[in-house]
């Protein structure tokens, strides 16, 4: 799309690729999610610079659809080259204090979390270390954040957008909707060739697969005829992949319940659900998280519940399936 420039950065696992923006007016450039901070994602950025005559002090605002790693982690290493301020939602800026900052324990606190779903001690160890090591590749942090509302008109390359709360993959993670081009940047919101993570996480805000569907449900009213989003090509048939993704966590949710059956612990049945010994430790993590969620979503409709043990441990069960005793 016209004054619209896909920036295609390298991520170090599996995803491989994170999409960023940039869009130019009269005032300058805004950039649309920024990338992993390692040096493969900073020759990128270099190579775009070059490939669009950008002179980064032109850059005059950085915004992001949420905090997550691959979206947030070379916002300060940009604001250094540009000196433009970092704009996102007050939630999303919040997690990435929480998260992000060096003095941060969220490494430990998943780590704790997943133990006390039934993942390995050795297998905590070594996400927990993962996560610390993401932490190193989102440095510099951001040292001016402003905060993005959403339904307050944001002009960006020239067209006004409205940004529009999807919480689910995060907490507060925000889409861009130009009502009069029909055009969505979506982050991970939507995705075309993967479903987007929908997690609950030792942080996570009560129930990330319900906020989800919820906001694919307001995502339907939209008239969208291109999105853009943060990993993958460009999603033409909009309408139509948000039907997808409602029946694959439809079809999801009926497999988790019967993985739990009479007592699981949550990495039992992420194990009964997902190819395990195929994934990284990082693609574990996410499936962890994915399982946690679903479950959740089941505990709220009252198809499994939650027991949890004098030593702070849990497991699942389908309702009305006799529990395995500890």
């Not at 966590?249 to 497999?255: G, T």
């Amino acid at each position: 799309m016209k004054g619209i420039h896909p920036v295609h950065l390298p991520l170090p696992f599996p995803l491989r690729i994170a999409n960023a923006y940039l869009m130019r007016d009269e005032e300058g450039w805004t950039v649309i999610d920024t990338g992993l901070n390692y040096p493969p994602g900073q020759a990128a950025w270099h190579e775009a610079f070059a490939r669009h005559a950008v002179d980064p002090r032109m850059i005059r605002r950085i915004v992001l659809t949420h905090a997550h790693p691959d979206h947030y982690g070379m916002a300060g290493w940009l604001q250094s080259l540009s000196g433009a301020p970092v704009a996102l939602s007050a939630g999303e800026a919040a997690f990435a204090r929480a998260q992000w900052h060096a003095d941060s324990h969220a490494h430990e606190t998943i780590a704790t979390f997943f133990g006390a779903h039934g993942m390995p001690p050795d297998l905590m160890t070594t996400v927990a270390g993962d996560i610390a090591h993401l932490r190193v590749m989102t440095h510099p942090v951001p040292s001016t954040v402003t905060h993005l509302s959403a339904g307050e008109p944001l002009i960006i390359g020239g067209r006004e957008f409205t940004p529009i709360a999807t919480p689910g993959h995060s907490d507060d993670h925000l889409v861009f909707y130009c009502a009069r081009e029909r055009l969505l940047i979506c982050g991970d919101a939507v995705l075309i060739k993967i479903t987007p993570n929908v997690g609950l996480w030792g942080w996570s805000r009560g129930n990330p697969l319900a906020q989800f569907l919820a906001s694919l449900d307001r995502l339907a009213t939209l008239d969208v005829a291109l999105a853009l989003p943060g990993h993958g090509p460009p999603i033409t048939r909009f309408q139509e992949r948000l039907e997808e993704l409602r029946d694959h966590h439809a079809e999801r949710l009926e497999a988790m319940e019967h993985a739990a059956g009479s007592g699981a612990t949550a990495y039992e049945i992420c194990t009964a659900i997902f190819p395990l010994q195929e994934l990284t430790s990082h693609q574990i993590r996410f499936a962890m998280a994915e399982t946690l969620a679903h479950l959740e979503y089941l505990a709220k409709q009252g198809r499994v519940e939650a027991i949890e043990y004098a030593d702070g441990a849990y497991s699942w069960r389908r309702c009305g399936s006799w529990s395995v005793e500890r």
